[in-house]
């Protein structure tokens, strides 16, 4: 299990979304250079400092961004029909756009022009000769689905520019006025307009907060929401200034959330959170290796089953339990088909292709007692207690581990041949006082998870051979737990989903998740007060529907802060 | 030196250009003049990078291991003979056509990842530093180089030199890794293109490979191209102009980029060039995640050998991740599929380890995935030892460098770095030799004790002078001393 400790080392090293833990501001990634590691370990108190205190409102800033590729695919498919063929849009969006990324934007609107849904939108016909005022009519009718708002004068006039420069090019045969249609489309399709997202507010060159437009409050509301580009009926609320007012705000995140695709959006949002999808360093959970051996069951069928299942939960929680956080994290309701059922134990539906609610045994509660996170978790043939406890450390508590120490041997020492559990293999690879620093915060959570195999079935023992030599071993999930504000002993999943649910650390970082998915960038200081109002919210509610309310409606959600320097 | 001939050639260019203020023969006699004079400069260069490391017995410090703990001593990197003369170690076994143009190198450090890590040999620092040597900066939990890495500056200089359609073109076989080595400017990765079909459109559009005049349909296809990129470089301009000076920056690099792009549409015509055809490349689908690199490897291969034989590129670069490989019929597990961490199980598999009694298995199935890494390298060089060239072969033309960010992956070692060049630089390098940098090989060539002095900085100064770059330093301070490598030429 020696992999675990570098698996470790690595995931602190290309952490993507940690918020940290500290009252106030908290920057992301922002950590003391270490010398001796440790965690953050700071106290959780009820009387966080209030950083919206001050007389002057607090408000973000809102640098330039570029969409992420998955808003892209969706505005796209949303502005053009369903299946757009846009696989080579890719998910490294970084802050600068590459070359290469410039050369793939023009590619894929170029073939989805091809496919020529958007000559619905012109209104004369297509094959035909055309004219400019058709032209005109259709720029303007895309233009302002695609820009998010009526074009200006001068956007008008440059897409007007390029439609009659096409149609004027000294080509044989001459440019047709499909082809000059089909050029104009690529160029608002991958308009900077489109792919990136730029909030001035009403005043932009006022150096206070400014209010934000009602087509910017539109965009925030379905890029957070829908994770995609407004409706029509959301562009017409914009227009006629029923977003200028909280209550409009809210009866326009009401109708969003009553919408499919906000289910969409927080099943991707938990798988997210669980960290199922793919990254440079980690697999899906779709293509992980998995011991054909002791997995005999194994299918890539099940493994959708299994993401869906945990999906499932959270938007059962979000939607249908009042939004409790709670519920996501002690909840015993499984969505199951009968591969899944077999696998928990449970009876359940017969087939694959059957789906039911179903009651799990007492051995569960909530989403880290679920297949899908303890398989994401796990090698290919045993669990791992490292990178298990990490993932709760990082993403149920939101605190951040810092880099290894500079002298730190990676090579730890070996386990013998009498240490064969899982959780003793561990702790003597980690024994060393220069891993303690983390490792022994890491671990203990890790070890309340060891019931759960590599596919996250129950197990009494550790059973496996070791040189040859069979064994077994009884399992031991009970723990001296001590990270952030858990400080307890803990047995089993069901007493650390319980502590969970009553961390006010662990509500926190959900808050802060969310936070981070709204903002899609890091946590800055300038979102200090609200992150406050957020994590507030949630911690007297348990009501994540109304934690996004406050993050789209508050005052401080409602404004921008004028452009740094 | 004094015992070759100088031809007449040779004297007219001492007397046209290379030493003018200094007496011709001093001119000729002193080394570097004999070295620039004798022999053309380099051509084209290409990089492999393979993420992970190799299978090599170097510890942290760069001594050996005794064979009793990780790897049991076990080296496939190394030449199977300490000699000069090259022999080749298990890795590098399949090479063995293209003997007598390789060099292997031992004894060079990534002293710039070691001194800047905090924990000597993290992943995004070793990274970040094996093509720059460069200073590098943590920003948040990801580290940058402050500088380009090696390909891209002989891209640009001999972009200048030799114009060409793509100054380089960068490709990917993918799969897990910490981070791209390769860079463009301070902080700024490279793009590298993961799909041969992408690639294939993008790098060898217009080309048609013999036909002389261009087809009248493809230039009137550009004409409505450029008008897209025409316009969105117009709305671009436009949507600038409403931001702040912070933002303006991000729209100015998409312009470059779209800048970019037409440029190379505007020159899209490619002359005729003997050997050159288009590759056959069948439509392959799918994201980062979703390549079969076993197809699309050998893809990448073929589209490096075909751009550089229609002369489209000076620079080819090839990052391969770290893969665990299904289609290699592994027999030792990884951990989530990945590379690395069937590494780390050298810890398991060593002696006195739980996974010992499983140690060939383990060994196998790095051999096998080693070797299907070179196996890549060994398509392109079998394609330009094939393509004739002046008195020789493109691959004489030609400096190949192979690394990976460090030499033991379970370790994280980045002392005595895995190092491979091939081609002859155009006669700038003396292959089918095994060179060791090595401080304490020169008694004792077997000795498991290590000391060096020499950096990858002073191999890139080296790899530079050969494309006859007078650079006498390349990235950042942390050398023992800057210059090139001795005894290469």
């Known amino acids: 299990m020696r992999r675990s400790i570098l698996l470790l080392v690595v995931l602190t090293g290309c952490e993507g979304l940690i918020v940290g833990d500290r009252p106030g501001p908290v920057v992301v990634g922002d950590r003391p250079s270490v010398v001796s590691p440790r965690p953050e370990e700071r106290p959780v108190t009820s009387s966080e400092p209030n950083p919206c205190d001050g007389a002057t409102l607090s408000v973000p800033s809102s640098p330039l961004r570029r969409l992420t590729p998955e808003q892209l695919r969706n505005t796209w498919t949303d502005l053009l029909g369903p299946a757009q063929p846009i696989a080579a849009i890719d998910a490294f969006a970084a802050p600068r756009i590459t070359e290469l990324e410039v050369e793939r934007l023009a590619d894929a609107v170029a073939t989805i022009v091809q496919r020529g849904d958007h000559l619905s939108l012109v209104g004369c016909d297509v094959a035909g000769a055309g004219s400019d005022a058709c032209a005109r009519g259709f720029i303007t009718t895309l233009g302002r689905r695609a820009f998010r708002r009526p074009l200006t004068t001068e956007e008008l006039s440059w897409l007007t520019g390029v439609y009659t420069s096409t149609r004027a090019l000294q080509v044989t045969p001459a440019v047709t006025f499909r082809e000059a249609i089909d050029t104009v489309a690529q160029v608002i399709l991958q308009a900077p307009q489109v792919t990136y997202l730029n909030e001035r507010g009403t005043q932009p060159s006022s150096p206070g907060p400014t209010p934000l437009t009602g087509f910017e409050r539109a965009a925030r509301l379905s890029f957070f929401l829908w994770n995609s580009t407004p409706d029509d009926a959301l562009l017409s609320a914009a227009e006629t200034g029923s977003l200028d007012t909280a209550d409009g705000m809210r009866a326009a995140v009401e109708r969003l959330l009553a919408s499919p695709r906000a289910r969409t959006m927080v099943r991707r949002f938990a798988s997210g959170w669980l960290e199922l999808d793919p990254t440079p360093t980690h697999v899906a959970l779709e293509k992980l290796v998995k011991s054909a051996a002791r997995y005999p069951f194994d299918t890539p069928e099940l493994r959708v089953a299994m993401r869906a299942e945990s999906e499932a939960l959270f938007e059962r929680a979000f939607f249908d339990e009042g939004g409790s956080f709670k519920a996501v994290l002690t909840s015993r309701k499984a969505y199951l088909n009968g591969p899944l059922a077999q696998l928990y134990g449970v009876a359940g539906p017969a087939s694959a292709t059957t789906w039911a609610w179903v009651d799990l045994p007492e051995q569960r509660a909530g989403l880290f007692t679920r297949a899908a996170f303890l398989t994401n978790t796990a090698g290919e043939e045993w669990p791992s207690p490292t990178r298990r406890g990490t993932a709760l450390y990082r993403r149920a508590l939101g605190l951040a581990l810092p880099d290894p120490p500079a002298s730190v041997d990676n090579t730890p020492p070996k386990p013998t041949a009498t240490t064969l559990s899982v959780r003793d293999r561990i702790e003597v690879r980690t024994q060393p006082a220069s891993c303690r620093g983390c490792h022994a915060v890491i671990n203990p959570l890790g070890h309340t998870l060891g019931h759960f195999d590599a596919m996250g079935q129950y197990q009494a023992n550790d059973v496996g051979t070791q040189n040859g030599t069979p064994f077994s071993v009884a399992i031991d999930a009970t723990a001296e737990v001590a990270a952030g504000d858990l400080e307890q002993t803990l047995t089993g999943g069901v007493e650390l989903s319980a502590a969970l649910a009553g961390s006010a650390q662990a509500s926190r970082a959900m808050a802060d998740a969310w936070l981070v998915r709204a903002l899609q960038r890091p946590v800055g200081t300038a979102e200090a007060c609200l992150q406050y109002r957020a994590r507030q919210t949630l911690a007297q509610t348990d009501d994540m529907r109304a934690l996004l309310v406050t993050l789209l409606t508050s005052d401080e959600a409602l404004s921008i802060s004028g452009d740094s320097p | ?489």
């Open chain 2, 1 to 489: 030196m004094t015992s070759k001939k100088l031809s007449r050639r040779l004297i007219l260019r001492g007397l046209g250009g290379a030493a003018i203020g200094l007496p011709i023969l001093e001119s000729i006699t002193t080394s570097k003049a004999y070295a620039q004079l004798t022999a053309p400069a380099a051509k084209r260069f290409l990089c492999f990078f393979e993420h992970g490391g190799t299978i090599s017995a170097t510890t942290r410090t760069g001594a050996k291991e005794d064979g009793s703990g990780e790897y049991q001593g076990t080296d496939g990197w190394a030449p199977a003979s300490p000699a000069e003369a090259l022999q080749l170690g298990p890795i590098h076994a399949p090479l063995a056509p293209h003997l007598g143009s390789l060099l292997v190198l031992r004894g060079i450090d990534n002293k710039a990842g070691w001194d800047q890590s905090p924990y000597n040999g993290d992943h995004g620092w070793a990274n970040a530093s094996a093509l720059t040597s460069a200073v590098m900066t943590k920003v948040g939990t990801d580290v940058f180089a402050e500088g380009p890495s090696i390909d891209h500056v002989i891209a640009t200089r001999l972009a200048t030199r030799q114009p060409v359609r793509f100054a380089s073109i960068n490709l990917e076989v993918p799969a897990h890794n910490y981070g791209t080595p390769f860079y463009t400017a301070a902080r700024q990765h490279a793009s590298r293109d993961y799909n041969p079909t992408t690639a294939f459109n993008r790098i060898f559009a217009g080309v048609t490979g013999g036909a002389s005049m261009p087809d009248p349909a493809v230039l009137r296809a550009r004409a409505l191209k450029k008008s897209v990129l025409d316009g969105t470089s117009a709305g671009l301009s436009g949507y600038k102009r409403q931001l702040s000076a912070r933002d303006q920056q991000v729209i100015d690099e998409h312009l470059t980029h779209l800048r970019s792009i037409e440029t190379r549409l505007d020159a899209a015509s490619v002359p005729s060039v003997p050997g050159c055809t288009r590759p056959t490349v069948p439509t392959i689908t799918g994201d980062w995640y979703g390549m079969n690199i076993q197809v699309t490897g050998p893809l990448m291969a073929d589209l490096i050998v075909a751009a550089f034989r229609c002369g489209l590129t000076n620079v080819a670069t090839l990052e391969i991740g770290d893969f665990y490989a299904r289609f290699l019929n592994p027999t030792y597990p990884a951990a989530f599929d990945i590379g690395h961490s069937l590494h780390h199980s050298a810890n398991e598999t060593g002696r006195g380890g739980t996974m010992a009694a499983r140690w060939q298995d383990w060994f196998d199935t790095m051999l096998a995935n080693r070797r299907w890494r070179i196996g890549l390298l060994k398509r392109v060089l079998d394609g330009l030892a094939a393509t004739p060239e002046g008195n020789g072969t493109m691959l004489d033309n030609s400096l190949m460098l192979w690394t990976s960010e460090f030499s033991m992956g379970a370790i994280h070692s980045v002392n005595d770095m895995p190092v491979l060049l091939a081609g002859k630089a155009g006669g700038r390098l003396r292959t089918g030799r095994h060179l060791n940098y090595n401080l304490r090989a020169a008694t004792n060539p077997t000795t498991l004790q290590y000391q060096t002095r020499s950096s990858m900085h002073n191999l890139f100064v080296s790899i530079l002078n050969a494309f006859d770059f007078p650079d006498t330093q390349f990235g950042s301070n942390h050398v023992w001393a800057h210059g090139p490598l001795t005894g290469l030429t």
